[in-house]
Each structure stands twice: as structure tokens, then as C-alpha cells.
């Protein structure tokens, strides 16, 4: 696929992206960020009855044209191949930058990939909490704590 035409299907992903928008009756809620550019992007989850595959998934976010258009994409994606939770979590980044036209995201790699790392997140907890559930459990409050780059700076605040 020519440069020009890569560039036009990331355009029409982007000012008319599919699966936009929130899921009320959601398993999971799952923000991410691209604290590079600024990329938001919250992904709502809903698993089928046997745990295993998607009933719904849809996407909400702000930031460039590389990164909504990617997780339009990879949304729709999952619709129409009808994907499990483990087919998603087996999905490599390297090809979703290549589906995107390796050419034009080289340089914003993580752009490019955070719809597919925020939907990979949510699969887990969905997963972790189908767990806990199972054992008569509940996920413990993670109020206070703050993990990864800017934690430090976070628990001054508080």
C-alpha cells in the first residue's frame, strides 16, 4: 500500500472513527496515556456470558490523528474478527504499527499503540476481577498508591 493512500485511511479513521464513544452497562472502565503528546484515549469493555470473548468494546479519547485513528481500527478489528480476550492479548504492537503504515508512525510508535495497550489493560482486569469473583473476593481499594513514572511527584501532592 502506496504512502498516500496509508495516510487517507488514517484521515477517514480519524474524522470518522467507529466504536466511539462510552459503554454504560461496561465490565470495565480502563483509562490510558501518552504523556509524550498528550494522548488520552478510555476504553469501555464488556465481556460475553463465557468469559472469554467480547460483546462490546468501544473507545473515548483525545490527542492526534495516529492515535484515534489506531484505536478506531483496532476496534473495529475486534468487531468484525469477532476476536477473543486472548486473541487481543496475543496481538503484537509491531503489527499494529505495520497495519498503520510503518512508514508514517515510525516516529510515534507509542501513539500508535496506545488503544491496543489500554485494551490489553482492560482484558486483564476484566480477567483479574473474573477471578476474584470466582474466589468469593473482591479487589482491594487501590486508593493512595501510585506506580511508574511520575509517582513520585503524585505522592507529594497528596
Do not use: W
Request: charge should be negative; aromatic fraction near 4%.
Amino acid at each position: 500500500m502506496d504512502r498516500q493512500l496509508q495516510i487517507q485511511i488514517l484521515t477517514d479513521y480519524y474524522q470518522r472513527p467507529r466504536h466511539r464513544g462510552s459503554l454504560e452497562d461496561a465490565d470495565v472502565t480502563m483509562p490510558g496515556g501518552n504523556p509524550g503528546c498528550g494522548d488520552v484515549v478510555t476504553i469501555y469493555l464488556k465481556g460475553e456470558g463465557d468469559h472469554e470473548h467480547i460483546e462490546d468494546v468501544t473507545f473515548e479519547g483525545e490527542g492526534c490523528t495516529i492515535s484515534m485513528a489506531a484505536a478506531s481500527m483496532l476496534l473495529e478489528e475486534v468487531h468484525e474478527g469477532n476476536l477473543t480476550m486472548n486473541e487481543v492479548l496475543e496481538m503484537d504492537y509491531s503489527e499494529m504499527i505495520e497495519k498503520l503504515g510503518r512508514q508514517i508512525v515510525a516516529s510515534r510508535p507509542r501513539c500508535a499503540t496506545l488503544g491496543l495497550g489500554t485494551l490489553k489493560a482492560a482484558i486483564r482486569r476484566y480477567q483479574q476481577d473474573r477471578l476474584l469473583d470466582e474466589a468469593g473476593a473482591s479487589r482491594p481499594d487501590e486508593g493512595g498508591l501510585v506506580f511508574g513514572e511520575g509517582a513520585a511527584e503524585a505522592a507529594r501532592k497528596q
